[in-house]
T-cell receptor, first 110, second 114 residues
Framework: SQQGEEDPQALSIQEGENATMNCSYK?????LQWYRQNSGRGLVHLIL?????REKHSGRLRVTLDTSKKSSSLLITASRAADTASYFC??????????FGKGTLLTVNP | SQTIHQWPATLVQPVGSPLSLECTVE??????LYWYRQAAGRGLQLLFY??????ISSEVPQNLSASRPQDRQFILSSKKLLLSDSGFYLC?????????????FGPGTRLTVL
């Protein structure tokens, strides 16, 4: 299977703490994206990092990409209860198709 | 701005009944369109994608089919539902840029087959 893997599968933290989620993938990529899914809802795009980038920031989000290790991490700083959701690492090669990991379920306790 | 609609939001169907889920996109032309299924607690499985009217690529052989009768309309169908067809069905669209580009998801349809 070419499916990526997020680590950990579940993460529970207190409000205000930082949350780090990792992703490993198996194929060469042109870019890697992170999406968020609130329970029972559609996915929302968070951030895209290109294969020639190593780090990218967007608000409280920081994404890193290490193509030599085929891995990426998503850091959410100063977490809030509203950040509670599943987070998916998503990537693709040279076509239109994306491969989704199984996701990390993040719970931020108030 | 672009919006994507899916209906119905929830559906309960008996085994062996037919299925038709509809997805429409507004505010963009010639989008790539996708159907995904998400089983409980799992990631997304790509079922079909389409790069143009009448052009459908199937990723997983099964009793489902897809059609694209209009540029911004994507329909997921089945003639006879199985219990294993239960899940959360998501439609998405993307533009031509990005290789691969960002996909924008609809709100999903929760299908329960009894």
């Amino acid at each position: 299977s070419q499916q990526g893997e997020e680590d950990p599968q579940a993460l529970s933290i207190q409000e205000g703490e930082n949350a780090t989620m990792n992703c490993s993938y198996k194929t060469s990529i042109n870019n890697l994206q992170w999406y968020r899914q609130n329970s029972g809802r559609g996915l929302v795009h968070l951030i895209l990092i290109r294969s020639n980038e190593r780090e990218k920031h967007s608000g409280r989000l920081r994404v890193t990409l290490d193509t030599s290790k085929k891995s990426s991490s998503l850091l959410i700083t100063a977490s809030r209860a509203a950040d509670t959701a599943s987070y998916f690492c998503v990537y693709g090669g040279s076509n239109y198709k994306l491969t989704f990991g199984k996701g990390t379920l993040l719970t931020v306790n108030p | 701005s672009q919006t994507i609609h899916q209906w119905p939001a929830t559906l309960v169907q008996p085994v062996g009944s037919p299925l038709s889920l509809e997805c429409t996109v507004e505010g963009t032309s010639n989008p790539n369109l996708y159907w995904y299924r998400q089983a409980a607690g799992r990631g997304l499985q790509l079922l079909f994608y389409s790069v143009g009217i009448g052009q459908i690529s199937s990723e997983v052989p099964q009793n489902l089919s897809a059609s694209r009768p209009q540029d911004r309309q994507f329909i997921l169908s089945s003639k006879k539902l199985l219990l294993s067809d239960s899940g959360f069905y998501l439609c998405a669209w993307s533009g031509l840029a990005g290789d691969p580009g960002t996909q924008y998801f609809g709100p999903g349809t929760r299908l329960t087959v009894l």
